[in-house]
């Protein structure tokens, strides 16, 4: 029987915090900082770094579970997973926590999470892996300028961590309408607490754009790396992508776990007829 389980009361709000920069990263000690005198906190993140790891679910992790301390919190529960983002939360649902958590969080991520490439993200896949297991659900990810995603950058984190608080908060107060599994926040890095914030859409742009590091032949070590690129002109102004670059305001933007086209099925089955 885990603290969690022996001393909870039925009243208490249950707040299950992940991320996918690792288990020791200072966005989520930032986060628990705001998200412990909402309920009950309880930190399960991966063991390392699993940036970039979307949903995924890999056959080759070691699912160990090691109880550790975050930074200068010693009061928080918190367990070091030998997995992914989506993992951590499946072995926090299944065999961590005493029931299924009021809310789940996941971040705070060093970098933003928009545009068409939002299922790469490990900081949204967790958020995913909760909202398909009927979980509300909420990933935060704070701007930064650096192209290094997988190393700890000296961040203040306090702007991006109150923001994830009053998300937070009022999420565990009412529920998400119809057909929004999650909330994924991204926040300006220059964002202060009075920043607005605004509901935008996912951009269908790419916003990180794949480019190849190799030395040599196939042979050799080869590296898929990124950089920020983005076009005005064909940007959508209500997107995520359009309020964090350009306008500098907090985006919004509500997901859901239905990733059906909305195209009019008429005309979809009109363009295979006689097939």
Do not use: C
Not at 91 to 104: K, Q, S
Not at 166 to 177: D, T, V, W
Not at 258 to 269: P, Q
Request: charged share 25%; no cysteine.
């Amino acid at each position: 029987m885990n603290e969690v389980l022996e001393t909870m009361t039925e009243q208490e709000k249950l707040i299950l915090l992940t991320n996918d920069d690792g288990i020791q990263s200072p966005g989520i000690a930032a986060a628990a900082r705001s998200l412990r005198e909402l309920g009950r906190l309880v930190v399960a993140a991966p063991r390392e770094q699993q940036t970039s790891a979307g949903r995924s679910l890999p056959v080759t992790t070691d699912g160990k579970i090691e109880r550790v301390t975050l930074d200068s919190l010693e009061d928080v529960e918190a367990y070091a997973v030998g997995g992914t983002p989506a993992q951590a939360v499946l072995h926090a649902l299944l065999e961590i926590l005493p029931r299924r958590p009021d809310l789940v969080v996941s971040g705070i991520n060093y970098g933003e999470n928009v545009g068409s490439g939002v299922t790469i993200s490990g900081t949204v896949g967790a958020a995913m892996e909760a909202a398909a297991l009927g979980v509300p659900a909420l990933a935060v990810s704070l701007q930064i300028f650096s192209e290094d995603w997988y190393a700890y950058h000296d961040l203040d984190f306090s702007v991006a961590a109150d923001f994830t608080a009053r998300f937070a908060r009022a999420m565990l107060s009412r529920s998400l309408p119809a057909d929004v599994d999650l909330l994924k926040v991204d926040i300006p890095a220059d964002a202060t607490p009075q920043t607005p914030w605004r509901v935008t859409r996912q951009s269908r742009q790419r916003y990180y754009m794949p480019y190849l590091i190799r030395e040599g032949g196939w042979q050799e070590r080869g590296f898929v790396s990124a950089r920020v690129q983005v076009d005005e002109t064909s940007l959508e102004p209500d997107s995520d992508i359009y309020a964090l670059v350009f306008d500098r305001v907090i985006s919004v933007t509500p997901i859901s776990i239905d990733l059906t086209s909305r195209t009019d099925f008429t005309t979809l089955e009109m363009l295979f007829e006689g097939t």
